[in-house]
């Protein structure tokens, strides 16, 4: 824990648009400390810190909490980032909407995104016109979640119809696939700016259900009364960090610092502490073959 010190900045990014272009003008060259995996210099936009844009509302990835960001995206960055000589104190987090996180970062307002950030699918593959991935860190999926007091019966997307409704966040792989697969068959996709707000929403009986992140969907699930994840929904999915695409290599260093990580068993603890009970997946483990590259995802 980092105490009450805040070391992340609550920014709309409509409010940095105007700095982006001061912030890239302003980069300087940094080289990886000495012992860490690369030794390649790469350029940051601020002299010195790493700038990470990220949602910091979807728990247990990034969250916020009496000041401090925590997660599991956030300490895997944090662990990350201090193998290419960054400590906490140069590590900037800022808060995003995650609809437009990727412009931002391609647009050099910040180095790098952490956001539960699916690399894989044609989704990944349409954000990888506009970033550069890391390779991936996590394996994720959609689920289903419904208020149990409103729809006890409703257990499955097959139960969903005409007259029903699914909450999701914009620009997610929850809402494309909400749009795919549940919209022909008469489903309303509603898109909300935070997940959080589609469960308050579902909470609140104006949605039939939401649509997101088996995870996160857990998590933001167990705060709540009478809402509940009643279906995983397999879809095979990879997170990776983004980065803006001219930051080759920062990204080849991230990778080669990322893969430190998982080989000293770093990763294992963190991963531990957020999904206790789950067991490491062999890649991302020290035993592993390593991070699949996100750049070949499709």
């Known amino acids: 824990m980092r105490g009450f010190k805040i070391r992340w900045m609550f920014v709309a990014l409509s409010a940095i648009a105007v700095t982006g272009a001061s912030c890239s003008n302003g980069s300087s060259s940094a080289s990886s400390a000495a012992g860490s995996p690369s030794s390649a210099a790469f350029e940051t936009i601020h002299p010195g810190v790493l700038t990470v844009g990220s949602c910091l509302d979807y728990p247990p990835f990034e969250s916020v909490k009496n000041g401090t960001p925590i997660g599991f995206d956030v300490e895997l960055f944090d662990a990350i980032a201090a193998k290419l000589g960054y400590d906490l104190d140069h590590v900037k987090w800022v808060k995003a909407n995650f609809n437009t996180i990727f412009t931002a970062v391609a647009e050099g307002q910040f180095d790098a995104v952490a956001a539960a950030v699916t690399a894989t699918g044609p989704t990944g593959a349409k954000r990888a016109q506009t970033v550069a991935f890391s390779s991936f860190y996590y394996d994720s999926a959609q689920s289903l979640a419904v208020n149990t007091a409103k729809s006890p019966d409703i257990t499955s997307t097959d139960q969903l119809g005409s007259g029903d409704s699914v909450g999701v966040q914009k620009g997610t792989t929850g809402e494309q696939w909400a749009i795919d697969h549940l919209q022909p068959n008469g489903v309303a996709v509603k ?62 260093a991230w990778d080669d610092a990322m893969k430190q990580v998982m080989d000293d068993g770093e990763y294992a603890t963190i991963f531990a502490k957020y999904f206790p009970g789950t067991p490491v997946p062999q890649k991302y483990s020290g035993g592993g073959s390593g991070s699949a590259s996100a750049s070949a995802s499709t």
């Open 191 to 252: 898109s909300y700016t935070s997940a959080t707000d589609a469960f308050r929403d579902l909470s609140a009986g104006n949605v039939t259900g939401v649509i997101n992140d088996e995870p996160a969907s857990f998590a933001i699930a167990a705060t709540m009364t009478d809402v509940k994840v009643v279906q995983p929904i397999v879809t095979n999915e990879s997170y990776a960090f983004a980065f803006a695409p001219t930051s080759t290599a920062l990204v080849s």
